[in-house]
């Protein structure tokens, strides 16, 4: 919306400043910030009476969980995305189809994470909406956004997988591009939900792979940049900087509240939708395979669960003493803190890796 006063630096110069992405980056931050700061205790507040006993607590989880989390509410991701939506219809260019797709998919998946917190709440229970029903809405929805981000493609490109360190290779996937952009955004989206199990845990790690994405998506939608450094220059793209801004103020917000011990959850609501978000910009900037890598910590979460569950099906024995990995360090003595720092550490390693990949081709 700010975006056209643009238009009006004709006018008065200080309405340039509107034009540039980096300066509504920054306005897009402050914003979410303030929004989740200013409207977040008494969001806190409501929840807190609206569900009573709070986000239900595995009981074969780690024991001190059942002391310290026992009556804390979630559905926290409402803050979140409260925020990031105010913030990004406030400063980002509506015009651009890209933040449209981005938007949709990050209230589609935190639709399906609400309605699952909804009846993990009122059935007080860690079981909530069905696993198959539920991967078969994000599916539909993923696959919707892949479809119409090659639909905003010029060439071939659109529908081909890049791979980081090497200029130039693109394996053309043709119309199995849905199916593989479509797997990248719903695996992000369950990553990021198995992360988020500690208080702090997961929206550190959101908030660094946003930043390394927002650098990512202003220099692929930079024609200049995107040259220079033998990417793909994908038209529209660099105004994805703004949303993933809004992310970051939205997250430090939270992240207020969160702190341990934390005053509210984030719940699927949050998990799925910032990490159906970060696997649509991913998609959208053609750089899925790096989303691995800058979302190391994610598949490393995911990974723990499959591994976990496919041991135990086919030998009866499990890998981990539990599953997310992160509960494993806490069966092995690690304090809480200890966990969420680390991990915190070893997400930054990988997107600075990640974001390496931008310059050694």
């Known amino acids: 919306m700010l975006f056209l006063l643009g238009d009006l630096s004709d006018k008065l110069i200080i309405f ?40 239900p ?35 980002a260019n509506l015009l651009n189809a ?9 209230v589609g ?58 200029k130039g290779v ?21 990553a990021v939900n198995f992360t988020d199990g500690l208080d702090g845990l997961a929206i550190v790690p959101v908030m660094i792979a946003a930043g390394s994405f927002g650098l990512i998506a ?15 220059y994908v038209r529209g793209t660099q105004e994805l900087a703004v949303v993933l801004g809004a992310v970051i103020g939205a997250g430090l917000g939270f992240l207020w509240f969160n702190a341990p011990p934390a005053a509210i959850f984030m719940g699927d609501t949050g998990s799925l939708a910032l990490g159906g978000l970060l696997g649509t910009v991913a998609v959208a900037t053609k750089h899925e395979i ?9 598949v490393l979460e995911a990974a723990s669960v499959i591994i976990q569950i496919t041991s135990f099906k086919l030998t009866g024995k499990r890998v981990f003493r539990m599953a997310p990995i992160h509960h494993h360090f806490e069966q092995l003595g690690w304090k809480e803190p200890q966990v ?22």
């Open 16 to 55: 340039n400043l509107f034009r540039y992405t980096t300066f509504r980056t920054g306005g897009a931050i402050l914003t979410g910030l303030a929004f989740v700061l200013l409207f977040g205790p008494a969001m806190i507040n409501t929840l807190r009476v609206k569900q009573g006993k709070g986000q």
């Open 57 to 91: 607590i595995r009981a074969d989880g780690p024991a001190s969980h059942l002391l310290t989390k026992r009556g804390t509410p979630t559905m926290g991701g409402l803050m979140i995305l409260a925020g990031v939506i105010v913030s990004t219809l406030l400063w």
């Open 98 to 106: 890209y933040v449209w797709i981005v938007i949709l998919v990050t």
């Open 109 to 166: 998946f935190g639709a399906i994470g609400f309605y699952d917190d909804f009846l993990k709440v009122t059935k007080q229970s860690h079981r909530g909406f069905s696993e198959r029903q539920r991967l078969i809405l994000e599916a539909v929805i993923a696959a919707a956004a892949v479809w119409a981000i090659t639909a905003l493609g010029r060439d071939s490109s659109a529908t081909g997988v890049a791979f980081p360190f090497f």
């Open 170 to 190: 693109l394996l053309p996937l043709g119309y199995f591009f849905i199916v593989f952009g479509g797997f990248v955004i719903v695996g992000a989206g369950n």
């Open 218 to 232: 202003y220099v692929s939608g930079n024609i200049n940049f995107a040259h220079y450094l033998d990417i793909n």
């Open 290 to 298: 790096v989303l691995a890598i800058v979302g190391g910590l994610f």
């Open 340 to 361: 969420v720092i680390r991990f915190w550490i070893i997400a930054f390693v990988l997107a600075l890796i990640g974001l390496s990949t931008l310059k050694l081709r």
